[in-house]
């Protein structure tokens, strides 16, 4: 038998429904009370007890308004529950929509026992329907389940709706805290947590995971150290709503931290030598520049350049092992984002003009103060500048902006260059992260961004990047504006401390330990 397509060029929604019903439910109520006003006008009319007075026109209008605005608010609180049955099926239906789907854990659900058929609901979705619960869907006992975890290489921890672990197998990196309770005792390097996807989550999603790489349970430096790949599921409403697996990659990882602190040592070694080597070059170039040949001069300024760059790499080294380690606290004064560049802007010029680039530089002067370190966000400046350089094609240009959003000033490093696809866009922030493509054509350690994005945001600010392969990159960050922050400041001495402590208690939120 065939099947005849719908000739309706709109098919019907699920997400469709409640605003029909509620607007034909709506006016069948308005009408409803008007037509029963009538009537009952009519009658009191034509029984005598009434007259039609300029009084009576005017008390009968405004009873059918009072009546038709309590019928409506009525009408609307009793369906709410209606409401929030389509707004569930929606979701589970997989209908594209920007309605929060009703979450069964809510204290109001609880109270008028509205709980357990959104949780059937979204449970049906999945095709569990929560009747068995010593076995598994093949029979197997639930004990067996749980050896078998427990005899695992990987960790495994499962969550109710309350964010309770409620079992975690002897691999899963967990602790107990001064409550008694059980928590998960990983540091999460990613803005965008567990506590944050699970918020997320919360809000928006019926089922949906996410993967976090390269996330340890302790600071570099500290024993018994391990580093762990993250895969968190959740599902609204199941009795196991978040499933965490933990694979210990820590062989695979801890090479390149250990590789890290010998480089940073040698770094450090480094320093002193490589601070001469462009001294003698800046007295160089002012005793003989005047004097040299053109193409002399263009050799000298190359090798100023070089030595620029390798300072800077040395810097960027030092600064992510002391950020592994939490050290890299700052002290923020009142600065403008256009001086901060100015200590930069000669060696930025240099390395356009070396590479065949075109530099554009537009910082305001009406700008408000901020508040930063200045060698900090320097750095922070120069590697994105850098970066856009060298990712630039031959005679392409960088543009440097800077407007106010909020209370924050955000400044702009723009290219036109090759642009990143989007798998190597979300991977961008993470120490040692380079593209097979640009590590076979542009130089670097892999840690630029990783530095500089520590560096934004323990001064309270955020960093992020828009890019299209071929078109180009747009990197942003932000810092505060001093007056927003210029009391807590002096409360701490001006150290940062005071403006990204979070809940947890960590002194910078790239370190937020996640506690359950």
């Known amino acids: 038998m065939a099947v005849t397509p719908s000739q309706n060029p709109h098919p019907v929604m699920v997400r469709d429904y409640w605003p029909r019903f509620r607007k034909r439910a709506i ?39 009072t009546t038709i605005g309590v019928n409506v608010v009525l009408f609307t609180q009793l369906m709410l529950p209606f409401k929030d049955l ?60 749980t ?38 005792d990983l540091l999460f390097e990613d ?32 024993e018994n150290r391990k580093i762990y790949d993250v895969t968190a599921s959740y599902q609204k409403g199941s009795v196991a709503e978040v499933v965490i697996s933990l694979f210990d990659r820590t062989a695979d990882y801890q090479p390149d931290d250990d590789d890290l602190d010998f480089i940073a040592f040698a770094a450090h070694e480094l320093r002193g030598p490589i601070t001469v080597i462009r001294g003698y070059l800046d007295v160089f170039g002012d005793e003989v520049g005047p004097v040299l040949e053109e193409d002399q001069a263009e050799l000298l300024k190359r090798l100023v350049v070089s030595s620029n760059r390798l300072s800077g790499y040395i810097n960027n080294i030092l ?22 560049y100015d200590t930069i802007s000669d060696d930025m010029k240099l390395r356009a003009t070396s590479q065949g680039r075109a530099l554009s530089v537009h910082l305001p002067n009406d700008l408000p103060t901020i508040a930063a370190d200045n060698a900090s966000a320097s750095e922070v400046l120069s590697n994105l500048i850098d970066n856009a350089l060298k990712y630039s094609n031959e005679g392409g240009s960088v543009n440097v902006t800077a407007k106010v959003d909020g209370d924050f000033v955000v400044t702009s490093v723009e290219d036109h260059g090759i ?26 350690t892999g840690i630029g961004l990783y530095i500089s994005k520590a560096i934004v945001e323990s001064h309270g600010g955020k960093i992020s990047v828009r890019s ?30 005071g403006i990204i402590n979070k ?14």
């Open 319 to 340: 600064n992510a092992s002391r950020y592994d380690r939490r050290h890299l606290k700052v002290h923020l004064t009142e600065d403008t984002i256009a001086n901060i």
């Open 147 to 184: 050896s078998a975890l427990d005899n695992t290489a990987a960790g495994f921890i499962i969550m109710d709706a309350y964010r309770h672990i409620v079992y975690a197998n002897p691999k899963a990196p967990v602790r107990t805290d001064t409550d008694g309770a059980t928590v998960i």
């Open 191 to 222: 803005d965008f947590n567990l506590d944050a996807w699970l918020k997320d989550c919360e809000q928006h999603a019926v089922h949906s995971e996410h993967t976090w790489k390269r996330v340890p349970n302790k600071i570099t430096g500290e």
């Open 86 to 145: 389509t707004s569930a099926l929606t979701h589970v239906s997989g209908e594209p929509t920007t309605i929060t789907p009703p979450n069964p854990n809510a204290r109001h659900f609880e109270r008028d026992g509205f709980k357990p058929i959104l949780q059937l609901i979204y449970k049906l979705a999945v095709g569990d329907s929560g009747q068995k619960e010593s076995t598994d869907k093949s029979g197997l006992p639930l004990d067996s389940i």
């Open 468 to 497: 299209v392969e071929g078109e180009g990159s747009t990197f942003t960050f932000s810092l505060p504006i001093y007056s927003t922050v210029a009391d807590k400041l002096k409360a701490n001495d001006n150290s940062n401390e």
């Open 503 to 516: 809940e947890d208690g960590s002194w910078i939120k790239n370190h937020a330990m996640f506690r359950g």
């Open 27 to 65: 006016l069948m109520t308005i009408l409803m009370q008007i037509a029963v006003t009538i009537v009952t006008g009519g009658a009191l009319i034509a029984t005598g007890v009434l007259s039609t007075t300029i009084e009576f026109w005017i008390i009968l209008i405004a009873v059918l308004a």
């Open 419 to 444: 642009g990143m696809p989007g798998n190597v866009v979300s991977n961008l922030f993470h120490k040692f992260y380079r593209s097979h493509r640009s590590r076979e054509t542009v130089s670097g």
